[in-house]
């Protein structure tokens, strides 16, 4: 009796170690991935850094100016299509639940899944292909594609959450069901639709296979949407597989700044959506 | 009369459809038609490679886009297929367990201060773009590997085929390794909402016969959440499978088959995002290019339609919403 109980200890403590010790095991990528960026970045980061456009691969000075211009133009231009068409889609979903909608959400959750490789070859047979010619229209059209699905579904999550008191006592009043979602669904859903739309953009902002046959990269400042355009992920591609030394800093400096960008988007997101659920209370 | 012209115009308007909703619904629409847009570009650009190569090109090991004495290409896509294969398994080998046990840390053993922060960081790994994991690779896990990780397992399990060659960092095992790392946050994330979501009077039944926390874990939570946990996995490979940047960065991109996961090989993303812009009017070559794409495009939507229809039917089973 003795024994056995000794066995289950035994076998409970193993578990509470094996499972702290995954958990542990699972940050040390985070904190070297951290680690490294900042100590290999800083080398890079300068005044010129942020003022100048890229050098050739492997030549010397220059800064990232075009590869963030040409980030944040392509992130608008997604943005512009994916954030209004996910939020009536979500909207959608929530308004009108049924067989449709079901299939629907399925197929966003399905879609939000597959590869972005493949969403960057399509875009490249239905524009790039069609114009000629690789251009940031192009890559935006990619990411908005990638962030469509995404939108919708945080905004349908969001519009769940508003509890039906709300709603059917805004339709009891008689307040139509257009006026009900924008000025009752939609305002006491706001802040977790705002996350959802800040979260997609921090993560097509990091993407950079749908950008490889679209927006292409690019050494200089865009002059026209028709141009191709760089990207802070795909100079740090480039830079990144390059043979240079000097190239690496450069890829090393890039990856900073855009993890600042993306990890900085999530902490304020997060946290300011937490300090506004921990308020409401 | 008053109230009768009340009613009427009421009626009207609860009859009338609003004009809002037909953006919403223009707009649920364009979800289905991305997909449909989707399969009908990506199937159009490979039709002349399906015509050229037929079922052989699923078969076939040879990788020449130009021959030398100029005739017909000849393209298969075995290699790529046989290099996503390998480095999933071991990208799930590795991430699997780990996952899991990160799930029930953050599910069942953390204390309650300590849920939101490691929540917190777990997200933080999801959030790292691809890109910066693939440079981080590159630069840092490649040439770790070549010096302290492959020749270990060289010396200890190089009776293997698995583990023979010489090695430069570059390969399948490194792929793996990376995917793995990106695959845990993923993976261990929807895990621990599956079981989160299994119903107290599970775990409390089990804790009032005197069971241990170890025991309420495999005698009840994980028989109940166990097609979520599958679900999981397969959600979490169809992610592996589609993972361009790092991986191609690790890789080295080489079309071969070879049992030692030392060696440099390919896959599937790989193949498509380094040869993509080499094609130079090679018709047939660009077109193959698009049937790995197409390739890739089913097992990731057939992966992930899988994956959740297992959560919606487990979100029936606990009766609440499991949102991953």
Sequence with gaps: MFKLNQRRKISNTLYVVFATACFLVALIPLISILYQTITRGYIALSFDFFTEVTPPIGGIGGGILNALEGSFVVVALASLIGIPIGVFAGAYLAEFPGKFGYYVRLLAEVLSGVPSIVTGIVVYVLIVATTHRFSAISGGVALGFMMIPIVAISTHESLKLVSASIREGSLALGISRTNTLVHVLFSSARSGVITGIALAVARVMGETAPLLFTALGSQFLMTSLNDPAASLTLLIFDYGTAPYENAHVFAWGAALVLLLLVLGLNIIVRVASRLKVTGSE | ?324
């Design chain 2, 1 to 324: 009369m008053q109230a009768t012209a009340y009613a009427r115009r009421a009626r009207a308007r609860a009859r009338r459809r609003d004009f809002f909703h037909i953006f919403l619904i223009v707009a649920a629409f364009v979800i289905p038609i991305i997909t449909v847009l989707m399969l009908y570009a990506i199937i159009n650009a490979s039709v002349d490679s399906i015509r050229a190569f037929g079922f052989k090109f699923l078969i076939s090991t040879d990788w020449i886009p130009n021959p030398a004495n100029g005739g017909p290409p000849s393209l298969g896509a075995l290699p790529a297929i046989y290099g996503s294969i390998v480095t999933t398994v071991i990208a799930l080998l590795l991430a699997v367990p780990v996952s899991l046990g990160v799930a029930l840390f953050q599910a069942e053993l953390a204390p309650s201060v300590l849920r939101a922060p490691s929540r917190f960081l777990v997200e933080m790994l999801a959030a790292v773009p691809s890109v910066v994991y693939g440079l981080w690779g590159l630069l840092f896990l490649v040439p770790f590997m070549r010096d302290y990780v492959n020749p270990q397992l060289k010396s200890a399990l190089g009776f293997l085929p698995l583990f023979t060659g010489s090695t430069n960092g570059f390969g399948m095992l490194t792929a793996g390794v990376i995917l793995a790392v990106m695959i845990i946050p993923y993976g261990s994330s929807i895990m621990r909402e599956v079981i989160a979501a299994v119903p107290r009077s599970q775990r409390e039944a089990c804790i009032a016969l005197g069971a241990t926390s170890w025991e309420t874990i495999r005698t009840s939570v994980i028989p109940f959440a166990r097609t979520g946990i599958i679900a999981a996995i397969v959600l979490a490979m169809g992610r592996a499978i589609g993972e361009t940047m790092a991986v191609t960065m690790v890789i080295g991109n080489v079309a071969r088959i070879s049992p030692s996961l030392f060696l440099p090989a390919e896959t599937i993303p790989s193949v498509i995002a380094n040869e993509f812009t080499e094609v130079a009017g090679n018709g047939v070559y660009l077109a193959s290019l698009f049937e790995l794409g197409l390739i890739l495009f089913a097992i990731a939507f057939l992966m992930n339609f899988l994956g959740r229809v297992l959560i919606t039917r487990l979100s029936f089973k606990a009766g609440r919403d499991i949102h991953v």
